[in-house]
């Protein structure tokens, strides 16, 4: 059975958020050091800025300022996690240990700094041998949602996704419980095909469907209009419009592996997402705000070192005839020695050989980093008290402890927005925790 149509919707949103994970893409470099990326065009031909500094002569140079913020960032958020484990019921700590939470918690805020989207997939299942509720980290470049989202909670959400790329052994694990599938499973990798993409839709529906009274066993039965059996067909009915989240598998020509309603307790989709700040449904991360920063910085350090080495640095002076041509480099060899002996031709009026150094011309590109690096602390509110720098040597103590809730309450807002992930997966932990003991 094909779903094209299904599939369609679903690369609507996936495509929707091609900016999004160029900008991620972007972020993640920068954050990582990889900060001469940017692909520019001179005289019809496109290279990285990396490629073109080199075809100048010069040495592409960067001070990584961001990274820095970055762990700052989550030291000072893995403090904070300390007293958010402690406030988790205490049912969950072993899902917490057996998930390592605490750190996987932690690499998610690294993505949600980095990128503005923190997703996490959790379910009930086998992993690792485990049979249990398992949490796993989803990487925003292969996650997508419903394009009309505006509500910060994700409460207008009608449809999330995932792109997966798996082997044939990962396909058999999940869709094939009996030998037709199997045999099935086997003509989609007959072509030699190591990995095979499929994606995996989550939609909320509106279906209509029958709930029969079974009153042999007292039970209410949800049914399909088309799926009532003989014995059923006598029961008390009464039609509906059920609101409920599917999913579907689907390959890349919309046939559909498998579907079926929602099996958690909870009835929604296995995915925790968060974006920051979702204005208007829009993403914008931290890191992106410190990159205009970070690239003039690396162009200051840069243009400080074409200054320093195209200056005058111990160039030997010798007057013409001074010294027999040949041997100007047995000079050169004796002028770097210590003790070195130069026999020279003295003549009347001539100077001696002498070396001149210049110094590197001040254009202020000293002040001009220490600008940049104070804005960079003033646009990511990361400054030297939450870093341990006192500002002087004669700082206070009250004075330091101000400063450093200052700078706090400069990240209150996007770490605040992270606890509230936090709280999303211990709520959705609590109830596949029930399911299983159902």
């Given at each position: 059975?094909?779903?094209?149509?299904?599939?369609?919707?679903?690369?609507?949103?996936?495509?929707?958020?091609?900016?999004?994970?160029?900008?991620?893409?972007?972020?993640r470099?920068?954050?990582?050091?990889?900060?001469?990326?940017?692909?520019?065009?001179?005289?019809?031909?496109?290279?990285?800025?990396?490629e073109?500094?080199l075809?100048?002569?010069?040495?592409?140079?960067?001070?990584?300022?961001?990274?820095?913020?970055?762990?700052?960032?989550?030291?000072?958020?893995?403090?904070?996690?300390?007293?958010?484990?402690?406030?988790?019921?205490?049912?969950?700590?072993a899902?917490?240990?057996?998930?390592e939470?605490?750190?996987?918690y932690?690499?998610?805020?690294?993505?949600?700094?980095?990128?503005?989207?923190?997703?996490?997939?959790?379910?009930?299942?086998?992993?690792?041998?485990?049979?249990g509720?398992h949490?796993?980290?989803?990487?925003?470049?292969?996650?997508?949602?419903?394009?009309?989202?505006?509500?910060?909670?994700?409460?207008?959400?009608d449809?999330?996704?995932?792109?997966?790329?798996?082997?044939?052994?990962?396909?058999?694990?999940?869709?094939t419980?009996?030998?037709?599938?199997?045999?099935?499973?086997?003509?989609?990798?007959?072509?030699?095909?190591?990995?095979?993409?499929?994606?995996?839709?989550?939609?909320?529906?509106?279906?209509?469907?029958?709930?029969?009274?079974?009153?042999?066993?007292?039970?209410?039965?949800?049914?399909?209009?088309?799926?009532?059996?003989?014995?059923e067909?006598?029961?008390?009915?009464?039609?509906?419009?059920?609101?409920?989240?599917?999913?579907?598998?689907?390959?890349?020509?919309?046939?559909?592996?498998?579907?079926?309603?929602s099996?958690?307790?909870?009835?929604?989709?296995?995915?925790?997402?968060?974006?920051?700040?979702?204005?208007?449904?829009e993403?914008?991360?931290?890191?992106?705000?410190?990159?205009?920063?970070?690239?003039?910085?690396?162009?200051?350090?840069?243009?400080?070192?074409?200054?320093?080495?195209?200056?005058?640095?111990?160039?030997?002076?010798?007057?013409?005839?001074?010294?027999?041509?040949?041997?100007?480099?047995?000079?050169?060899?004796?002028?770097?020695?210590?003790?070195?002996?130069?026999?020279y031709?003295?003549?009347?009026?001539?100077?001696?050989?002498?070396?001149?150094?210049?110094?590197?011309?001040?254009?202020?590109?000293?002040?001009?980093?220490e600008?940049?690096?104070?804005?960079?602390?003033?646009?990511?509110?990361?400054?030297?008290?939450?870093?341990?720098?006192?500002?002087?040597?004669?700082?206070?103590?009250?004075?330091?402890?101000?400063?450093?809730?200052?700078?706090?309450?400069?990240?209150?807002?996007?770490?605040?927005?992270?606890?509230?992930?936090?709280?999303?997966?211990?709520?959705?932990?609590?109830?596949?925790?029930?399911?299983?003991?159902?």
């Amino acid at each position: 059975m094909n779903n094209t149509l299904l599939l369609s919707e679903a690369n609507e949103c996936w495509n929707s958020l091609a900016e999004f994970r160029r900008k991620r893409n972007r972020c993640r470099d920068y954050t990582f050091g990889r900060q001469w990326n940017d692909i520019i065009e001179i005289n019809g031909r496109r290279m990285t800025e990396y490629e073109y500094i080199l075809s100048e002569g010069n040495v592409p140079l960067k001070n990584n300022l961001i990274r820095r913020i970055v762990r700052n960032v989550l030291g000072v958020f893995r403090k904070e996690l300390v007293n958010i484990l402690k406030d988790m019921p205490s049912e969950l700590t072993a899902i917490t240990e057996e998930n390592e939470l605490p750190e996987l918690y932690c690499r998610t805020l690294e993505e949600f700094l980095i990128s503005g989207l923190a997703v996490h997939r959790k379910f009930i299942g086998v992993r690792q041998g485990q049979t249990g509720v398992h949490t796993v980290n989803v990487s925003p470049s292969s996650f997508f949602f419903s394009t009309s989202a505006r509500d910060s909670r994700g409460l207008d959400i009608d449809l999330v996704g995932q792109k997966h790329e798996v082997s044939f052994g990962e396909w058999c694990a999940c869709f094939t419980p009996n030998p037709e599938s199997f045999y099935k499973a086997k003509r989609f990798f007959e072509n030699g095909e190591r990995k095979i993409r499929i994606t995996e839709i989550w939609k909320k529906e509106l279906r209509p469907r029958y709930i029969l009274h079974d009153k042999n066993r007292g039970k209410l039965l949800k049914r399909e209009p088309d799926s009532i059996s003989a014995m059923e067909i006598e029961m008390p009915r009464k039609w509906i419009l059920d609101d409920v989240w599917r999913y579907y598998f689907l390959t890349d020509d919309g046939h559909v592996i498998t579907e079926g309603d929602s099996p958690y307790l909870h009835g929604k989709h296995p995915f925790v997402f968060k974006g920051y700040p979702f204005l208007d449904g829009e993403i914008h991360s931290f890191v992106a705000d410190m990159i205009d920063q970070q690239r003039y910085t690396n162009r200051l350090i840069t243009l400080y070192d074409w200054v320093i080495r195209a200056s005058a640095k111990g160039v030997l002076m010798i007057p013409k005839g001074a010294v027999d041509p040949s041997d100007l480099q047995n000079v050169a060899n004796q002028w770097g020695r210590f003790n070195g002996v130069i026999l020279y031709n003295s003549q009347p009026g001539i100077p001696d050989p002498h070396q001149v150094s210049g110094n590197a011309a001040n254009v202020g590109i000293s002040e001009l980093l220490e600008i940049q690096m104070k804005m960079m602390e003033d646009v990511s509110g990361v400054n030297g008290a939450l870093r341990g720098n006192l500002s002087s040597k004669s700082t206070s103590g009250t004075l330091y402890d101000r400063q450093t809730e200052n700078a706090m309450n400069s990240l209150s807002d996007i770490l605040g927005t992270f606890s509230a992930f936090i709280k999303d997966c211990t709520k959705t932990d609590l109830s596949l925790l029930r399911q299983t003991e159902i």
